[in-house]
């Protein structure tokens, strides 16, 4: 076991050397010392480890030279650093947090460097996990803290300090804000709650998530290396765009116009219009529209590159929500509403302006069909039949059949998992185990696909997924 004893010494020669001896006696080792002779003369904190018998003796043989200070024995002390700005009365913040919370300083060392920034050690003396708990999620709102040393077997400190780290490192990978840092950590705690409730273990869903990062993460700048595939259709050019993180993006070229079906992660905007320019020279002065297939982040994070979205009426109702500060579909299941928040901060997800959606529907969905007709969608001459799944996936999944160019976009109503490259196979193994489903209700899920599939039976057609090289119907 661990224990920190805060003994009061006599200042003389020998004083420590006596306490050292009665350590050493009982085979407990001593794993830190803090000790300031300007703050106070007399008091020590010595960190100790050994088994809980010979701590005990231990702590009877100081009580006897009168070496224990009568409060707060059993008292453990947490090593902290707080990151500050290199600038007059940055620590004051900090040191009046821990006023307010009677928190005891043991230990203090302060170091400035060349990168505008000082790292403040500060030893605190903990009696109530709880209320360092609290005093960590309330600091960690003005600067970065990191926690060097505490007693693992208090669980509460040991959560805490768990998704403190867990959120101060993911935010190096992405370069997220404070603010955005703590929202992760508010994420974080939310899966530990749930996980909790459910007694399961939240450490693989954050192995998970880290790795959803990572994932993100890597794949950008150079690293961004899509699969790229092109069509020719009856009378226009189609290249279907593969990202390693996130859903397809359809580009159809005809009369120096543009339509696009979805876009993919926000996060990959420089790396996605690269694409867009080599694949179409004049893309940025030629007329740009897309469709939406469902709301989900990887398949609309880039509207602001077009002059309209065009989407089913559900999904300009999952966006309104969004702009009005409530849940959106997703965010009804808790367990998706903490990928999607997380998801949300990590992709750099910004909330489309209404005023570009243009709604699409001739008719509403009918509630008793797994796939029903909503209305058409004309681009250049070419018509697209718009059906409105059941919600399975998600509220508002589209599928858009054009019969004249034998190719239908389905969303993720219909994917090629059989067709994933290794990167996206690694990414799309994420999202089902940390948001137990991808489907909001996998029983209508299938039946929307069914309905699908019999739909395009009797047809040869390019099926264009939401994920997944674009196939032959009956060649998959």
Sequence with gaps: MTKTFITKMPDKPGAFLLASRIFSAQGVNISRVSYNKAVDVNTLFIDVTGSEVAIARVSAALEKLGYLCEQNVNTNVILLNFILRDVP???????????????????????????????????????????????????????EVRVIDYDKSEKTLDNTVFYLSFASGIASKIGLSREETNEIIAYSNA???????????????????????????????????????????????????????????YIVIKNDHILCVDCGFAIYRDEMLKVYRSLVPGFDTMRKDIILTHTDLDHCGLLDLFDRTYLCRTGYTNFRLASEGKPTYREHNPFHAVHYGISLILSRFQNPSLEKLYIINENDRDPEQP??????????????????????HVPGETV??????????????????????????????????????????????TSARKALLKLLSSKEILICGGHGIPWKNGNK
């Design 89 to 143: 009365g940055a620590v004051t913040p900090v040191l009046e947090i821990i006023s307010n919370y009677d928190f005891n300083i043991s230990y203090i060392s302060a170091q400035g460097n060349s990168s505008g920034y000082q790292n403040f050690k500060m030893g605190l003396l903990v009696e109530n996990p709880n209320r360092i708990s609290r005093f960590l999620e309330e600091v960690s709102k003005i600067c």
């Design 371 to 392: 796939l029903s007709y909503i209305g058409r969608f004309e681009f250049e001459g070419m018509t697209f039949t718009a059906y409105e799944g059941n919600g399975g």
């Design 400 to 445: 858009l059949l054009c019969d004249e160019q034998d190719i239908v976009f389905t969303g993720d109503v219909l994917i090629n998992t059989n067709g994933y490259t290794k990167e996206q196979a690694d990414f799309n193994l994420l999202a089902p185990y940390l948001m137990t489903s991808v489907n909001l209700d996998s029983e209508k899920a």
């Design 191 to 249: 899966i530990m709650q749930l996980l909790d409730e459910r007694n399961e273990s939240p450490f693989k869903t954050f192995e998970y998530i880290g790795k959803y990062a990572d994932l993100l993460a890597k794949n950008r700048g150079d690293a961004f290396n899509p699969r790229i595939t092109s069509f020719e259709l009856k009378d226009a050019r189609m290249h279907c765009i593969e990202p390693p993180c996130g859903s397809n993006s």
